[in-house]
Structures are given as C-alpha cells and as structure tokens.
C-alpha cells in the first residue's frame, strides 16, 4: 500500500516560518502530483498548493490566500514533496495533509497522509 508521511508540523509565532515535509513510499506507478491541503476547526478542507510533474517539466498552482507566502517543491528521487511557509498568519492555522496521485492502467490513485497540526499563535 501506498504510505504517504507527513512531519514538520508545530507551533509558530504569527509571521513565523514552518516547512513541511511528505514522503510518500510502497508506490508502483509514478507519482504524477502532489498537493497540500488543510482544515481548519469548522471549515472545509481547501487545496493550498499542488505541484504537477509534465514532460516540460513542474507546475504548481496555489490558493489566493498563500500566494506570495507558500512555496510547493518537490524531489522526485526522493519522492518528497515540501510546503515552505513563510509569514504565517493565524488563519493558517489547520490540519495540512499531503496528497499524492499515480496513474496506471486502472486510472488514477490518490493517496492521502494522516496530516500534521500548523498553529499560529502569539
């Protein structure tokens, strides 16, 4: 089975920075993207970068609200992927999970972590 990890979660100071991490391992097909998502307490789950392996290469597309602030990257030899965030805010205070999508044969996989806490706090 797919196993997808996340880590780097904690508590930040509003402006502070985090880094997450995801390892995703036990994949057969290749991992054609990657994305993290969060949720904070009483709303819905919401994409907050995704990054997307073409033949010309990455393409990543953020939510209005990280712009500027979050940075999406990933290492395919170790099948890694990385949410940089910087100037954190509290309302980026949530549960952010990674997700990562294969396709073979039988049609696309996607495989979700358990989600590590980010909380922004004074």
């Known amino acids: 089975q797919v196993q997808v990890v996340e880590s780097g979660g904690g508590l930040v100071q509003p402006g502070g920075s985090l880094r997450l991490s995801c390892v995703v391992s036990?994949?057969?097909?290749?991992?054609?993207?990657m994305g993290w998502y969060r949720q904070a307490p009483g709303k819905q789950r919401e994409s907050v970068a995704t990054?997307?392996?073409?033949?010309?290469?990455?393409?990543?597309n953020y939510a209005d609200s990280v712009k500027g602030r979050f940075t999406i990257s990933r290492d395919n030899a170790k099948n890694t992927a990385y949410l940089q965030m910087n100037s954190l805010k509290t309302e980026d205070r949530a549960v952010y999970s990674c997700?990562?999508?294969?396709?073979?044969?039988?049609?696309?996989?996607?495989?979700w972590g358990q989600g590590t806490q980010v909380t922004v706090s004074s």
């Open positions: 997700k990562a999508s294969t396709r073979g044969g039988w049609g696309p996989k996607h495989s």
């Open positions: 036990g994949h057969s097909y290749r991992i054609y993207a």
């Open positions: 990054i997307t392996s073409g033949t010309s290469g990455d393409s990543t």
